[in-house]
């Protein structure tokens, strides 16, 4: 009677050891996954962030090559729009005074040409 009590006892013993290993490996796992998850997520937010942070180069690169080359070519066409008039008025003065001297109006054509040239330069780079 004793003995059969006893591994009755064993019995039940072993089998809720068995079905606590179980549940310890089951939750075991799921840890592991949970860790896989959020591992998962990091690396997304890391590539995330990347991505940002490289979308953001390039803008700041657009930017600063559009400060470099295209600001400058402005200021210039303005500064020589700016002479360009100064210089017409300036040639309108000399020419009512005294008809003789042909360079400036020389020198003022080619000015407009460059100006010309300069802004279809910028044109193009508009365009591109």
Do not use: S, Y
């Not at 700041?60 to 210089?87: G, I, N, R, S």
């Amino acid at each position: 009677m004793m003995m059969m009590v006893g591994v009755v006892v064993v019995v039940v013993v072993v089998g809720m050891g068995r079905v606590l290993l179980l549940q310890e490996k089951e939750q075991q796992q799921q840890q592991l996954q949970q860790q896989q998850q959020l591992q998962l997520q990091q690396v997304e937010a890391a590539v995330m962030i990347l991505q940002q942070q490289q979308q953001l180069q390039l803008q700041q690169v657009e930017a600063a090559v559009m400060m470099h080359w295209l600001f400058p070519l402005l200021m210039k066409t303005q500064q020589q729009q700016h002479h360009h008039h100064h210089h017409q008025q300036q040639q309108q003065q000399q020419q009512q005074q005294q008809n003789q001297d042909d360079n400036p109006h020389h020198h003022h054509h080619h000015q407009q040409q460059e100006q010309q040239q300069q802004q279809q330069q910028l044109r193009i780079l508009c365009m591109q």
